[in-house]
Structures are given as C-alpha cells and as structure tokens.
C-alpha cells in the first residue's frame, strides 16, 4: 500500500533520474574547477582544459560558469571562456537533432511544407480563394425587397 503512493510514475522517474543527472554533472564541473584553481595555486600538474570543457558540455555549464565567476579560474583565457560559454548548446542542439532523427519528420516533408506556406503567403491568389463575405442588406443594396 505504502509502496504504492511513494512509487514515481514513469515521467516522474525521468525527471528525477534527469534532476540526478544534472546535479551530478555540475557537481562534477564545479569540483574540476575548484581541483584545477588549487593545483594551479600550489604548481602541480593540472586538469587539462579538453576535460573541463567535456564536463560542461555533457550537462555541467552551471556548475563550470558558477566555478570560475566564484573562484576567479580561466577567467582571462579567451578561447576558453568562448568554448565555455559555447559548450552549453552542443547537449541541447545533439537533443534536438536526436529527435528529429528518430520522428517521422525528414528534409522532404519540412521543405515541402515551407515551400507550401511560403507560396501562399506571397502568392495573390490566396485573396481570392477565400470566401466572400455576406452581403449588407439594407438602404442601398441590391438585395430583394418582400
């Protein structure tokens, strides 16, 4: 009975197995970040930044921009911080294109689509296929006088 209540049902349990994740992910960044700040305080071998970007990109950019805004790290290279701040899009863009993969859409039908709505859009024959509207009865028409 017990079990019954406290058992997530299937999309619970995928956002919290994806709130997991996330939070793990960032927990990760955050702690690279902090590890390579002190190894680089201390003169010891660091973290190559190919990894700290790998961290970020597979769901830890929170964790990564939070860790060098709070610990002042990598804040003056540039091509990092670019790659950095570009690495958010590739998790999200690699989603995106995994689902259109996997549906039931493909370039034909989006072409074919566009190309339709763009034709009616800048066609002038649109106007003209639509309906007309009702006459006004009243002074002036030519409607039927009973």
Not at 33 to 52: C, H, M, T, W, Y
């Amino acid at each position: 009975m017990i079990s019954a209540i406290l058992t997530p049902g299937p999309t619970a349990f995928a956002a919290l197995c994806l709130a997991g994740y996330i939070l793990l992910a960032n927990g990760l960044a955050y702690t690279a970040f902090a590890v390579d700040k002190s190894r680089a305080i201390n003169a010891q071998g660091r973290i190559p930044e190919r990894s700290l970007l790998i961290l970020a990109t597979l769901g830890g950019w929170l964790g990564a921009k939070i860790a060098q805004h709070r610990l002042r790290h990598k804040t003056r290279k540039q091509p990092f911080g670019i790659l950095l701040n570009l690495s958010v899009l590739i998790l999200p863009g690699l989603f995106a294109t995994a689902m259109i993969l996997q549906s039931d859409l493909t370039w034909d039908k989006i072409s074919t689509h566009v190309t339709t709505q763009a034709q009616g859009l800048f066609s002038g024959s649109a106007a003209s296929d639509a309906p007309a509207l009702p006459r006004r009865f009243g002074p002036g028409s030519d409607a039927e006088t009973p």
